[in-house]
Structures are given as structure tokens and as C-alpha cells.
């Protein structure tokens, strides 16, 4: 028999049983646009979160007090006093002595020994709890990493002055004539000299939700004169980043009097970052497509059961068609076809619905992404999850005997 005429046979089998048809589509088509959504979502989430670690630069090196088992990003508090010393995964610290002797060091640039702390801010009759970044002005531009939304950085003859973060002036104040205005920290005047553009939740602490002055203003302010709470360490552009990273761990480890197996800090960069967020990602697609799967995988369930029931509305053709001089091989390509076909369909429609569904959730802010891969691979999986459900049965008509066939009512 003519692939063209097996095609037709299931072609027209599946027109004569419309509607038990579209609603075996129907499953196929739902779990076809869950697993596209979903793993859609995982994956545009990653390549959100990885854009924003991108803007950190291959250049910036992140030093913070806490071993890996007590390691933290941006925003740690440094606790102790200064006589704790060093080695103690409890109280060791980062201090501004070091940062100096990390200057010292080849192919580092700038240094910027920064101090953070709570403190409330007050502007016209608004007061907010927000972090207070003291940053060292001449390193401020390449640390922060971020470009200005409106005024200047923090300049080495600025005392008080403030520059905010985005969601700052945005969302906290509601104001972004805030610029040249003066505002209250910890009952201390600021004149804001500039507002940072939006870079989102993601890197080594969000500039967002963030005030930064001048480090020293910043120690007089919180009363901290020795303890860092984290140092950004500039590369050269000429040197490599991993080398670097290398000294900087060596210098730290010496100077803490640790070891690799007990050191007391924590080195971080945007490729340690990228490592960390690709793995979660990578296991969050497999949970997400996993779970989808299971909608396809009751889909295929709804093709076997359609397929169970043409065979038995059709008994009579088959034994027809075999009384013609059609071979086994030929019904079951018949009825394979005819899975397939619903799959195929199913596949499409659930495509085209899982298109519309990425729509609506980034109109409501949510990232996705469909790719040509995603998309040939769930056409591909509900195809094959239509011929796999319909095996059985057309084995099972197949192996009717032409006689018993015919007598079928």
C-alpha cells in the first residue's frame, strides 16, 4: 500500500470521529504548551539573571568576611571587635588595612574597601530603613558597575553627599527631582548628587534599594573605623582575572594565618556566580519539564484510548482492506498514521497556545523564552508520544483475522 493512501485511510478516519478526535488534540495540545511554557520560563529567567551577572564584568572581585560555609554576598554586617583576630570563622573580618595591602598587589586596580549598614533616611515627610554603602569615590564608577540615571558618582572632595540607588528615588521617595535636595541619614544632611540607573535583584548586592557616600563620611557615620564589610577588587584590564584571584585568596590567607580548608572568607566573581545560577537553573527546567511532562504523558493516555476505539469502530474495515490484499504491516502503518497525525496536530496547536501564554506572562513582567529548539523538540515529543500510545493498537488490528473481521458488528 502507497504512503499517500495510508495517509488518506488515516486522514479519514480521524474526520469521521471529529469530535473524539479534537478532544484526544485537546490533551496533547495542553500538554504540549505546558511543558513549552514552563521550560520556557526556566529558561528565560536564566538568561535574565544571566545578563544581569554579565554587567557585573569579568573584572570585579568580590571579598567578603565568612568562610563558604558561612559565606554571604553583598550587604554583610562585619561583628566582632577588632582584638577577636583573625582565623575565627566567627568573628574574623575584612579589614581597610587589608584593602591597602591588596593594592600592593600586580594587575589589581582599584580597591574599594566598602562599609554597609542600615540606617533611617529621612525626606520631606517620608522615612524608610535603607542600606547605607560607604564606597571609596575614586573606586565607586568601576565597583558599582552601574550607569547613571541623572546626576554624578561620588567625587574624592565630596563629605556629604549621597548618590541613590534606582528604586531609591522610584519607589521610596517617589521623587526624581530629588536631585541637588537634601535628605537625613541617621539625622545627618545629604545633598543627593546622583540617581543610579535600575539593574534589577541580581549581583553582588542590588544598587537598587541602596544609598552610597564617601567610605570616610560613611565610618564616622556608623562608628566603624576598622572593620570593612566588603572589598570590590577592580582587575586590570590587561591581566586575567583568574590570576588575580589566585593572589588575592593567597595575600588573604597569609594575612588571616588560615588555610584553603579553613579560611575565613569568601571570594566571589561573576564566573562563580554564573556557575552557581546555571546549575539551579538547569535542575529547575528538569523539575518544571518534568512536571509538564506528566500533562503529556495523560495525553498520550486519551491517544491509546481513541485509538482502542477506532480499532473497534473499524474491525469491519480492516477486514475489508485484508480481504483486498492488505498486509499486517499495512494496518499498522494505517493506524500508526493516524496517531501520529493527532499528535502532530495536538503538537502545533499547543505550540501556537504555549506562543500566546509566553505573551501574557511578560505583559505581566514574567521572562520567557521559546526557542526553535524548544519548539521542534515539543513538536517531536508529541508526535512520538502519538505513535508510542498508538503501537498497541495497531498491533492489535493488525493481528485480526480477516474472517473474524468481517463477522464483527
Avoid at 82 to 100: C, L, M, V, Y
Wanted: hydrophobic share 45%; glycine share 10%; proline share 3%.
Amino acid at each position: 500500500m502507497k504512503l499517500k493512501d495510508i495517509f488518506s485511510l488515516a486522514l479519514n478516519s480521524i474526520q469521521h470521529r471529529h469530535l473524539r478526535s479534537w478532544l484526544t488534540i485537546l490533551g496533547i495540545v495542553i500538554g504540549v504548551a505546558a511543558i513549552i511554557t514552563l521550560i520556557s520560563v526556566s529558561i528565560g529567567v536564566s538568561e535574565q539573571i544571566s545578563s544581569r551577572i554579565n554587567t557585573l564584568g569579568t573584572n570585579i572581585i568580590l571579598v567578603s568576611p565568612g568562610g563558604q560555609q558561612a559565606g554571604r554576598f553583598g550587604g554583610f554586617e562585619a561583628r566582632g571587635p577588632p582584638e577577636a583576630g583573625f582565623g575565627s570563622r566567627q568573628t574574623a573580618e575584612i579589614t581597610f588595612r587589608e584593602a591597602d595591602e591588596l593594592r600592593t598587589l600586580p594587575g589589581v586596580y582599584r580597591v574599594d574597601a566598602r562599609l554597609q549598614r542600615r540606617g533611617m533616611v529621612t525626606y520631606t515627610n517620608k522615612n524608610a530603613s535603607l542600606n547605607i554603602i560607604g564606597t571609596e569615590p575614586e573606586s565607586m564608577k568601576e565597583s558599582v558597575g552601574v550607569d547613571l540615571f541623572n546626576g554624578r558618582y561620588l567625587s574624592t572632595s565630596d563629605v556629604n553627599s549621597a548618590v541613590l540607588g534606582f528604586g531609591v528615588a522610584n519607589s521610596t521617595f517617589n521623587d526624581f527631582d530629588i536631585l541637588n535636595k537634601q535628605i537625613r541619614i541617621n539625622n545627618d544632611t545629604f545633598r543627593v548628587v546622583g540617581i543610579l540607573q535600575q539593574t534589577g535583584s541580581i549581583g553582588f548586592g542590588s544598587s537598587d534599594n541602596a544609598i552610597y557616600i564617601p567610605q570616610k563620611t560613611a565610618q564616622d557615620l556608623f562608628n566603624q573605623s576598622y572593620a570593612a564589610s566588603q572589598l570590590i577588587v577592580v582587575v586590570s584590564p590587561d591581566h586575567n582575572t583568574d590570576v588575580v584571584v589566585s593572589e588575592v585568596e593567597a595575600l588573604l590567607l597569609n594575612l588571616h594565618k588560615v588555610t584553603k580548608d579553613t579560611e575565613d572568607f569568601t571570594i566571589t566573581t561573576a564566573a562563580t556566580l554564573q556557575t552557581a545560577v546555571s546549575s539551579i537553573t538547569d535542575i529547575l527546567t528538569l523539575f518544571l519539564g518534568g512536571i509538564a511532562s506528566i500533562s503529556l504523558l495523560v495525553g498520550g493516555i486519551g491517544v491509546a484510548n481513541t485509538m482502542f476505539m477506532s480499532v473497534l469502530e473499524q474491525t469491519r474495515d480492516i477486514g475489508v482492506l485484508k480481504s483486498l490484499g492488505a498486509k499486517n504491516r499495512d494496518i499498522v502503518y494505517i493506524f500508526l498514521c493516524e496517531a501520529a497525525i493527532i499528535g502532530f496536530v495536538g503538537g502545533f496547536l499547543g505550540i501556537a497556545l504555549s506562543y500566546g501564554v509566553s505573551l501574557l506572562l511578560a505583559y505581566f513582567g514574567l521572562p520567557s523564552s521559546i526557542t526553535v529548539d524548544l519548539v521542534l523538540g515539543g513538536l517531536l515529543f508529541s508526535v512520538l508520544i502519538g505513535i508510542i500510545a498508538g503501537i498497541y493498537p495497531a498491533r492489535s488490528a493488525a493481528s485480526i483475522p480477516p474472517v473474524e473481521a468481517l463477522r464483527y458488528e
